[in-house]
């Protein structure tokens, strides 16, 4: 099969990027957008936007049936059947801070907090300063050579002094899928909380947080070719139910006077002001296109791209991968060559990938790097964006060594 993708004609940028000479390897970092979306947004706009849970007029109740729809799709996308419910925030960073805050007084001195080697900033240092907050020991579960969170030692440090396990499901510079079902087994059986970073693993392949059996699942819209500025936070009914509120303002209050309030459940009463209300609704529009998509042939082409990419990368001398990554991505450096220069050089040849630290300092320290570069695929892209990005690799690597 010559692995063309049949959605990229969905995606309006993918032509428009290769008019300006770009070829985008970089869909781990942020996507780009099917037309359903743009065209979603573009109706939202043209045709009256307004409030959503306020308004009586008819407007707010359209707005607020598009957005309340999303809410019931997003449940769907992840087969949260009757076990909880979806909290819209701003990105999946605002919903950990969310859960780092709203979780705070559960919290004693020397309790201690789970993550893993492998965590990106924004599930790190919500739980860093919390733990400072709250003089808690932050434990840090060791990788695999391969980049798996070992589960060996996660089952001697998952204790019953842990009361929250805050692992990714899917690498962003690894590459490689975590075994959360049984890392969250390890937690509940010790009565703790369980957070699931699933940024880059609801990307690919549909996933079912009942069966994963975490209280709380966490991915941002725009790395799943929805719009900016709209976050998931799933949680189990039990476990939302122990989140304080943390952000205050309109909608999530129930009755106020000056001096005193009683606020809202969830999920409204953790969406304090006006939401993302075109992006919520575009995510809606995005999750109808992407659940006409044919998973499973998705699923192969990506994995037959990843393929080519990974034999690739480790065919050429001096190439060095992080890890085994496993779908989506992967991440690399060159014996004797700096990342920044080699970035430079792919970046003036139209390629964009990302270099750097990913937003994953610690790691790339344990690592013993000061960065790398990470080629990142999306659905929309195809074979020929690989022999660009191969291309353009052999000519940086001619003029660097
Ligand atoms: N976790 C992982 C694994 C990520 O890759 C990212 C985005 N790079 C985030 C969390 C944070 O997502 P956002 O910047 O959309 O809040």
Redo the contacts with the bound molecule.
């Keep these: 099969m010559p692995l063309i993708s049949p959605w990229r004609a969905d995606f309006p940028a993918l032509d428009a990027l290769q008019r300006q000479g770009q070829t985008y390897l970089d869909s781990?970092?942020?996507a780009q957008k099917p037309q359903a979306l743009i065209d979603a947004l573009a109706h939202y706009y043209a045709n009256g936007a307004a409030n959503v849970h306020r308004a009586q007029h008819l407007p707010g109740a359209m707005a607020t049936q598009a957005f309340e729809d999303t809410r019931h799709k997003a449940g769907e996308w992840l087969n949260t059947g009757s076990s909880g419910q979806i909290v819209f925030t701003h990105?999946?960073?605002?919903?950990?801070n969310l859960l780092a805050y709203g979780l705070e007084h559960l919290f004693r001195a020397g309790d201690e907090v789970v993550i893993s080697a492998l965590?990106?900033?924004?599930?790190l240092l919500p739980w860093q300063q919390l733990a400072k907050r709250r003089e808690l020991k932050l434990v840090v579960l060791p990788l695999t050579a391969e980049g798996v969170i070992d589960l060996d030692a996660a089952a001697s440090l998952i204790t019953s002094r842990t009361r929250l396990l805050a692992v990714?499901q899917?690498?962003?510079v690894l590459g490689t899928w975590q075994p959360i079902a049984q890392l969250v087994a390890l937690a509940r059986v010790q009565g703790a909380l369980t957070v699931v970073?699933g940024?880059?693993g609801v990307v690919h392949g549909r996933h079912d947080v009942q069966a994963l059996g975490c209280d709380f699942y966490?991915f941002?819209s725009?790395?799943l070719y929805g719009p900016?500025g709209v976050?998931v936070l799933f949680g189990r009914h039990q476990a939302l139910a122990q989140l304080q509120h943390w952000q205050f303002g309109g909608e999530m209050v129930l009755q106020t006077d000056y001096h005193q309030a009683s606020f809202r459940p969830a999920p409204l009463g953790f969406e304090a002001g006006t939401p993302p209300v075109a992006g919520v609704i575009g995510l809606g529009a995005t999750l109808d296109y992407l659940n006409d998509v044919n998973q499973a042939a998705a699923a192969e082409h990506e994995a037959g791209l990843h393929e080519l990419l990974r034999a690739g990368l480790m065919l050429r001398e001096g190439v060095q991968l992080l890890g085994e990554p496993q779908v989506a991505l992967a991440s690399f450096v060159v014996e004797g060559v700096h990342n920044a220069d080699l970035a430079h050089l792919l970046t003036e040849q139209g390629i964009a990938v990302r270099a750097g630290h990913?937003?994953a300092i610690p790691l790339i320290s344990t690592l013993g790097l000061s960065g790398a570069v990470r080629v990142s695929l999306g659905m929309y892209n195809d074979a020929e964006d690989l022999e660009r990005f191969f291309n353009a690799l052999d000519q940086a690597l001619e003029v660097l060594r």
Excluded: I, P, R, Y
Excluded at 91 to 96: K, R
Excluded at 119 to 123: I, L, P
């Design positions: 781990a970092a942020t990105g999946a960073t605002s919903a950990f965590e990106h900033h924004a599930n990714s899917l690498s962003n970073d940024a880059q966490v941002s725009h790395k900016d976050g990913h937003c």
